[in-house]
T-cell receptor, first 112, second 113 residues
Framework: DAKTTQPNSMESNEEEPVHLPCNHS???????IHWYRQLPSQGPEYVIH???SNVNNRMASLAIAEDRKSSTLILHRATLRDAAVYYC?????????????FGGGTRLMVKP | SQTIHQWPATLVQPVGSPLSLECTVE??????LYWYRQAAGRGLQLLFY??????ISSEVPQNLSASRPQDRQFILSSKKLLLSDSGFYLC????????????FGSGTQLSVL
């Protein structure tokens, strides 16, 4: 299984940008990079995903390194509602993609 | 649209009692289904996943079992609960393909006393 490594926690000030890193040095060429976040006492929700190119949606941006061994989730202006645990996972483009494992994620704390 | 139902939201059970948690998905066919457990303050641990009716893969040896009696129904069971079974249980689904999103239910907070 390709694994991901994320910092345990990060802090940000409200209305400032946040860059959440994820290392996946053993990624294979067909693995998709997915990001999810989990608000307190809730199930995780999808944030964004990508393969090679950077991606933008209404929630966030995903910057993928050229060698794909790392990626960064960018929240352009953090709000208090963005305080959550953010998970970066890899989803292989084969049957192994059926087994979706999560690491510990990064707990983002947003200060007013 | 697709929805996932998971119940109950909270459950308090004595040690040694049985457990049955149910998860159903609507609006899709032949989903991949997942059970995760989350201990307090920890990450998500994959317990079981299923790619079809009657097909269950177990990731962690434990006191739990899973069944998929219908295409969109996934059940987590235990014959005798242990204290260590306490946690937040989450059901999730996706369709095949690395480009597809994973959708989670709202979870069941299980306390074994």
């Amino acid at each position: 299984d390709a694994k991901t490594t994320q910092p345990n926690s990060m802090e940000s000030n409200e209305e400032e940008p946040v860059h959440l890193p994820c290392n996946h040095s053993t990624i294979s060429g067909t693995d998709y990079i997915h990001w999810y976040r989990q608000l307190p006492s809730q199930g995780p929700e999808y944030v964004i995903h990508g393969l090679t190119s950077n991606v933008n949606n209404r929630m966030a941006s995903l910057a993928i390194a050229e060698d794909r061994k790392s990626s960064t989730l960018i929240l352009h202006r953090a709000t208090l509602r963005d305080a959550a645990v953010y998970y970066c996972i890899l989803r292989p483009y084969n049957n192994a993609g059926n087994m979706l494992t999560f690491g510990g994620g990064t707990r983002l704390m947003v200060k007013p | 649209s697709q929805t996932i139902h998971q119940w109950p939201a909270t459950l308090v059970q004595p040690v040694g009692s049985p457990l049955s948690l149910e998860c159903t998905v609507e609006g899709t066919s032949n989903p991949n289904l997942y059970w995760y457990r989350q201990a307090a303050g920890r990450g998500l641990q994959l317990l079981f996943y299923s790619v079809g009716i009657g097909q269950i893969s177990s990731e962690v040896p434990q006191n739990l079992s899973a069944s998929r009696p219908q295409d969109r129904q996934f059940i987590l069971s235990s014959k005798k609960l242990l204290l260590s079974d306490s946690g937040f249980y989450l059901c999730a689904w996706t369709v095949g393909g690395a480009n597809e999103k994973l959708f989670f239910g709202s979870g069941t907070q299980l306390s074994v006393l």
